[in-house]
């Protein structure tokens, strides 16, 4: 897979920025915006998108961006564009999708962001939007997964298109992991707004710094050399503000932390809040690990290697052990670990969150990527693990179309986890765009699902399945894109 494709042009014209840190409670200082787009926190049965009691939700602006991203990116020739499913699309819908995908991202980078701190949330106040005085820390594990469109730039035909790509998202990507380290970290603990630490905060800590390591790792495996490669160690730093040896001393700190507070028995950490933990932590987590125990292997000496083999195995662990309560309509909303195994401590599936927790396994690099010049570890120590990876893909995209679908043909808030009933059918701007999502990333990781340039060769019941989640997806994004754009 290729990451962060960039020209050495692309750096030159990033303006470096400069961040402070603060100790304790933090104090979010007042802020106003009228962003160009809304973005809805709900699309209603008759198309029109609604607020949330006035609030616009810097997450709906994050997974909306995810969702276009998702759509362009995969219109590809030998995708979407094909001759088999829409072949319109490529180049031309396919780039349009990507321009929209920027005008976006620029609006939310400038309503929301401040020097990385991104704004929750704002309440409409007249003609402009006053934000909240709160921090979110979960939204930043899949807010800084932005780079995606960044480094598949390449897949759109057009050179100032992919030159657009590579350096007016620098600002956006780069921002988020910054900010954490800067004033979320300390000695080894990412902490909340008020000063506190526990499962959460060092989930989303972590997976919300995965965009800083994998950087790094992408710098420096030989599938980088054409493009984060092109640029000096000296000029990455500069770029990222932190360097090689401080990312390591960084990911020591948190192993330290992480190993003190393991329950071997339970399969779990214990941060200082007990083993109950919420599922978009556990796939953080997950996520934040992987690129934590490769930057250790990639770039430490014999103990870090030895340390980044122990945080795989503890990986591992607790994704097998969340395995054991997987069911066709996903996993609860919580999970409490226990010595005689896991348990759900929810009756809900919140749909959104076990569409995280998938892609924090499956999307972008992420738990299941095993590249060369990395540690590799599930190639070379548990390819057991592997090849329970089609299956468990298979049976969670095979459950959205089977559970997740209501009456409307779209994409569901809440089902039960007893059975997989409906509980809450409303169509959520944030469950729509990471559905499009993870689904993009992991439809053709098992056997039910292929690419349209497929199509011919495999079984006309896989075609078929294929074709209909192809016309879910587009029937999602053309509901999205006109409640946002008017299109």
């Known amino acids: ?53 006035g609030y616009l939700y810097v997450n709906d602006y994050s997974n909306a961006l995810h969702a276009l991203f998702m759509i362009a990116g995969n219109s590809r020739a030998s995708e979407y564009g094909h001759e088999n499913y829409r072949p319109e699309l490529f180049p031309d819908e396919m780039n349009a999708r990507a321009e929209r995908w920027l005008d976006l991202m620029h609006d939310t980078d400038r309503s929301f962001n401040q020097n990385g701190l991104f ?40 050179e100032i298109l992919y030159e657009r790509l590579s350096r007016e998202t620098t600002n956006f990507i780069v921002m988020p992991g910054r900010y954490l380290l800067n004033n979320h970290f300390e000695e080894g603990r990412f902490i909340h707004q008020d000063g506190t630490s526990d499962h959460r905060s060092m989930s989303y800590g972590l997976g919300g710094i995965h965009g800083h390591g994998y950087a790094w790792i992408v710098w420096e495996k030989p599938e980088g050399a054409d493009n984060m490669g092109l640029l000096t160690e000296e000029a990455l730093e500069s770029w990222l503000d932190y360097g090689i040896d401080d990312m390591l001393q960084t990911y020591r700190q948190i192993a330290d932390v992480l190993e003190d507070s393991w329950l071997e028995e ?10 109950v933990w919420h599922l978009d932590a556990v796939g953080a987590m997950i996520r934040g690990k992987k690129t934590m125990y490769d930057v250790l292997y990639m770039f430490g000496d014999d103990s870090d290697r030895e340390m980044a083999r ?12 969340v ?59 548990r390819e057991e693990l592997r090849d329970q990876f089609p299956h468990f893909y298979d049976q969670a995209m095979r459950g959205m179309l089977d559970y997740h679908i209501g009456e409307q043909g779209t994409v569901v808030n809440v089902v039960s986890y ?49 074709r209909d989640l192809y016309d879910i997806k587009f029937r999602h994004i053309d509901m999205l894109e006109r409640v946002i754009f008017g299109e």
């Open 418 to 466: 007893e059975d997989g009933s409906i509980l809450d059918e409303r169509l959520m701007v944030s469950t729509l765009g990471m559905f499009l999502t993870v689904a993009g990333n992991i439809y053709t990781n098992g056997d039910s699902f292929a690419r349209a340039d497929d199509w011919g060769s495999v079984s006309g019941d896989v075609a078929e399945r294929s």
């Open 119 to 158: 704004v929750n949330r704002y309440v409409q106040h007249g003609d402009a939007h006053e934000s909240s005085e709160e921090l979110d820390l979960s939204i930043y594990p899949h807010l800084v997964y932005s780079y995606h469109m960044h480094h598949r730039g390449s897949r759109f035909d057009d």
């Open 266 to 275: 339970s399969s779990v950490y214990d941060l200082g809040d007990g083993t």
């Open 310 to 321: 122990t945080v795989f195995d503890r990986t591992a662990s607790m994704f097998e052990a």
């Open 1 to 53: 897979m290729r990451a962060f494709n960039y020209h050495p042009l692309s750096f030159l014209i990033f303006t470096a920025l400069w961040l402070t840190s603060c100790n304790g409670e933090e104090t979010i200082p007042a802020h106003s915006a009228s962003p160009d787009y809304t973005v809805p926190h709900v699309i209603t049965e008759d198309g029109h998108g609604e607020p949330d009691n």
């Open 323 to 381: 395995l054991e309560l997987v069911e066709p309509w996903g996993l609860p909303d919580q999970i409490e670990f226990t010595e005689q195994g896991v348990t759900a401590a929810s009756a809900e599936v919140s749909v959104y969150d076990w569409y995280q927790f998938l892609n924090h396994v499956g999307g972008g690099f992420s738990f299941d990527r095993e590249r060369d010049g990395t540690s590799e570890f599930i190639n070379r120590y």
